[in-house]
């Protein structure tokens, strides 16, 4: 098995505080995935490890909260994240970015919230 690389670390605690909104894990796993960043020789390295960190933590929230029992959502959403996460491993991450991109441009108006009211912008203040 090979341990997780550092940027996969730092992206699953950022994406735990976004989620949670905890400010402190927040500003430590930004300072954290900044020293893997900087300390990573190899880019492709850290941009694989940050996109399985991302999607692997944002699914187990996703799939946690289909449940209103917490034990249920835990355990249903750890077996989502854990498969997310085998699965990634198996796909380049260059078709997973190109997917993110081209999802992020078919719903840009709803992630980003230009005229309906919800989105980034509403949520942000921007």
């Known amino acids: 098995m090979v341990p997780p690389h550092g940027a996969d ?13 905890n400010p402190f894990l927040f500003v430590i796993s930004l300072i954290s995935l900044g ?13 694989k490890g940050s ?3 991302f ?6 929230f996703l799939a946690a909260a289909v449940f209103k029992t917490p034990l249920l959502g835990l355990i249903f959403g750890t077996c989502v994240a854990l ?12 078709e997973i970015v190109s997917w993110i991109k081209e999802e992020f441009k078919k719903h840009k108006k709803l992630i ?13 203040g921007l």
């Open 51 to 53: 996109i399985r960190g």
């Open 112 to 124: 980003v919230g230009v005229g309906v009211g919800v989105g980034i912008t509403s949520l942000t």
């Open 83 to 94: 498969t997310v996460r085998k699965i990634l491993k198996k796909i380049p991450e260059k």
């Open 35 to 47: 020293a893997s960043f900087t300390k990573d020789k190899k880019k492709k390295n850290f941009k």
């Open 55 to 60: 999607l692997g933590m944002g699914s187990f």
């Open 9 to 21: 670390i730092a992206s699953t605690l950022l994406a735990s505080a976004t989620f949670g909104a």
